[in-house]
């Protein structure tokens, strides 16, 4: 299995709170995804990277923003958690070029609950 | 939005291959097609993935039409163990995956 580890894997926050979730992979990979699932939407992508300090916006990135200062590590960011954003979170990874397929490796995923 | 089409949920009985369709008619010539699977609350896992030509491995294989706008993935001899939601993606030039609303596969004794 890729090396992911996504922290907190759960939380309850209330309305109004920063909340950071955190991804962390020891695989070296360059690209970096977060997404979010809900029931009748499946998996929708909020922000990914493609190297330090590289990133763009998916298509549900509205009240997210993200930063990855290192390699390993991709941060998820809500400034202030509002109901609508209680969900399930997954970090992904991926590699392309002549060693990589490009498929995505996935975290167990992150469960967050706003009040 | 999602770049494919599957139908919600679709049936199979155990030991029979299951077919699962997908369309992705907006497809680009240089995009590939991914399919993944998610059992439970689990993250998904990979299954297989193609571009032009249909591919097999030791899970399932890809038939990708001649004009690349659908494709099938089959389990040639269904589990109960089986049982997920299975997702055709398309892997854009940018590297982005979009996953869309998948397919509920029910294995069925």
């Known amino acids: 299995d890729a090396g992911i580890t996504q922290s907190p894997r759960h939380k309850v926050t209330e309305t109004g709170t920063p909340v950071t979730l955190r991804c962390h992979q020891t695989?070296?990979?360059?690209?970096m995804y977060w997404y979010r699932q809900d029931p009748g939407h499946g998996l929708r992508l909020i922000h990914y990277s493609y190297g330090v300090k590289d990133t763009d916006k998916g298509e549900v990135s509205d009240g997210y923003s993200v930063s990855r200062s290192k390699t390993e590590d991709f941060l998820l960011t809500l400034e202030s958690a509002t109901s609508s954003q209680t969900s399930v979170y997954f970090c992904a990874i991926s590699e392309l070029g002549s060693t990589g397929t490009g498929e995505l490796f996935f975290g167990e995923g992150s469960r967050l609950t706003v009040l | 939005d999602a770049k494919t089409t599957q139908p919600p949920s679709m049936d199979c009985a155990e030991g029979r291959a299951a077919n699962l369709p997908c369309n992705h008619s907006?497809?680009?010539?240089?995009?590939?097609v991914y399919w993944y699977r998610q059992i439970h609350s689990q993250g998904p896992q990979y299954i297989i993935h193609?571009?032009?030509n249909n591919e097999t491995n030791e899970m399932a294989s890809l038939i990708i039409t001649e004009d690349r706008k659908s494709s099938t993935l089959i389990l040639p001899h269904a589990t109960l163990r089986d049982t997920a939601v299975y997702y055709c993606i398309v892997r854009d030039t940018g590297n982005q995956f979009y996953f869309g609303t998948g397919t509920s596969l029910t294995v069925i004794p």
């Open positions: 907006t497809i680009s010539g240089n995009e590939y």
């Open positions: 193609g571009l032009k």
């Open positions: 695989e070296n990979h360059r690209y």
